[in-house]
C-alpha cells in the first residue's frame, strides 16, 4: 500500500512538472513575442494563447490516434 502511494504521488509530481515546463516555454514564446512590430506581435500571441489542458488534451488525442 505504501509504494502505491508513492507511486502516486511520484505520478502527480511528474504531472505537474510538465505543466511547469510548458507554462515556462509559453512564457518564453510570450517574450519572444513582445520583441516583434505590433502586427506580429498579436499574431505570434495567438499562436502561443492555449491552455495547458487544452495541449493535453489535443496531445492525447494524437497519441491515442496513432
Known amino acids: ?30 517574450l519572444e513575442c513582445s520583441k516583434l512590430p505590433q502586427v506580429r506581435y498579436e499574431e505570434c500571441m495567438k499562436d502561443v494563447d492555449e491552455s495547458y489542458k487544452d495541449y493535453e488534451r489535443e496531445r492525447q488525442e494524437l497519441l491515442n490516434g496513432e
Not at 511528474?14 to 512564457?27: D, F, I, K, L, S
Request: glycine share 4%; net charge neutral.
Open 1 to 30: 500500500m505504501k509504494s502505491l502511494a508513492i507511486l502516486g504521488s511520484a505520478f502527480l509530481l511528474v504531472a505537474c512538472t510538465h505543466e511547469q515546463v510548458y507554462n515556462a516555454v509559453q512564457q518564453n514564446q510570450q
